[in-house]
Structures are given as structure tokens and as C-alpha cells.
């Protein structure tokens, strides 16, 4: 049971390079996000999909973009990676509906450099 | 604006002590609480909850207690132990939409 698989788990990039995030969720779950880890600021909210055909902006979308390809996927795209995009990516899904916990990939690091 | 907010970075106890992490928010329309464990190079792991319908949930040696007029709630680990040293992270959704949003996290160091 692999639950929420991110790929890949490090990256390096050039500033202004572009690269897709990979999630993908076998648990059957309609709601699916992602999150930014940073020193000092937890994990904050980019985007959010409540379920397959919708997503919507989170605390911190700028410079990014997603796509939920089916009801397993769920990319993050950044098409012009900066230095500030620097982070640990995290990649999580839940049953929809508020009262229900969300189940976390292993994470991707990502460095631009 | 974060909207979840863990005013304290880290905390240590020693082994067999209570454990105390308080979290606080903003948003009223905060209807579900979650606690979340971290280690190092791992996703967040889910811990314990609390629907605002309660004021406490207890699980082994997890406890949370809520207290929706303050809006405030705190995750209670008795007795801690060297295992528990992780960062926890508290986290709010509501029913009127379906994100969830985090706090900074507090790092517990248990000491044996």
C-alpha cells in the first residue's frame, strides 16, 4: 500500500528553469494539496484541489501552477524556478470534507541555485 | 496571515515529564484541529484530533484539549518519551471550505 507517492525526492535546478512535481495517491481520496516547508514557517499552503476537475490557490501560489491530471494525480509545476523556491515540496490527500485527517508523501527537496 | 499560529520554536521535557504544545487561531470558521509528527526526512505523520463539537480527545498518551472561546488548543503527552522528539505541527480545516492550513510547528526534544 503505497499511499502518496511524490517524485522526485531531490532536485537541483538553474534559476529559470522549469520542472514538473509529481503526486499520485492510491487511497481513493478526492482531495489532494500542496504544501511548502521552510525554516521558521511550517508548512504552508500553495494549491489545493477539493476534487478531480477543481483547484484553487493556497497562502503562497505565486510562481506556481497545477494540474489535477486525473482523481490519483496531482502536479506542481514551476515554470521559471527562483532561489525562493528553495523548499522541501510536500504532497498530501484526504477523504473531502473537513473532518478528515490528510496523508503526507515522503516530500521533495528542492534547490535553485 | 497565518491563521495558525505555534508561538513556541522548541521545547524540551525530560523523559517520563508532560509534554504541553499549544497552538493557536484566528480563523472562527475553524471547525477541525489536527496534530501532525514530523522526523526528519519524513512526510508528517497524523497524530490526534478534535472536532469543535469537543473540548477533549484522548488517545493512549496523547491528549487535546480545546478551548473554542479563546481559540485555542494544546496537545498533551504523558508520560513523554525519547521517541516522541519530533516536530509537531498543528493544523485547522473548515467545513465551509476544504483546505487545511498549519502552523510553524514546535520542536519537542524528550530527553532520557
Known amino acids: 500500500n503505497a499511499g502518496v507517492t511524490q517524485t522526485p525526492k531531490f532536485q537541483v535546478l538553474k534559476t529559470g528553469q522549469s520542472m514538473t512535481l509529481q503526486c499520485a495517491q492510491d487511497?481513493?481520496?478526492?482531495?489532494m494539496y500542496w504544501y511548502r516547508q521552510d525554516p521558521g514557517m511550517g508548512l504552508r499552503l500553495i494549491y489545493y484541489s477539493a476534487s478531480e476537475g477543481t483547484t484553487d490557490k493556497g497562502e503562497v501560489p505565486n510562481g506556481y501552477n497545477v494540474s489535477r491530471l486525473n482523481k490519483r494525480e496531482f502536479s506542481l509545476r514551476l515554470e521559471s524556478a527562483a532561489p525562493s523556491q528553495t523548499s522541501v515540496y510536500f504532497c498530501a490527500s484526504r477523504v473531502q470534507g473537513a473532518f478528515t485527517e490528510a496523508f503526507f508523501g515522503q516530500g521533495t527537496r528542492l534547490t535553485v541555485v | 496571515d497565518q491563521q495558525v499560529k505555534q508561538n513556541s520554536p522548541s521545547l524540551s521535557v525530560q523523559e517520563g515529564r508532560i509534554s504541553i504544545l499549544n497552538c493557536d487561531y484566528t480563523n472562527s470558521m475553524f471547525d477541525y484541529f489536527l496534530w501532525y509528527k514530523k522526523y526528519p526526512a519524513e512526510g508528517p505523520t497524523f497524530l490526534i484530533s478534535i472536532s469543535s463539537i469537543k473540548d477533549k480527545n484522548e488517545d493512549g498518551r496523547f491528549t487535546v484539549f480545546l478551548n473554542k472561546s479563546a481559540k485555542h488548543l494544546s496537545l498533551h503527552i504523558v508520560p513523554s518519551q525519547p521517541g516522541d522528539s519530533a516536530v509537531y505541527f498543528c493544523a485547522a480545516s473548515g467545513d465551509n471550505n476544504n483546505d487545511m492550513r498549519f502552523g510553524a510547528g514546535t520542536r519537542l526534544t524528550v530527553k532520557p
Open positions: 487511497m481513493n481520496h478526492n482531495s
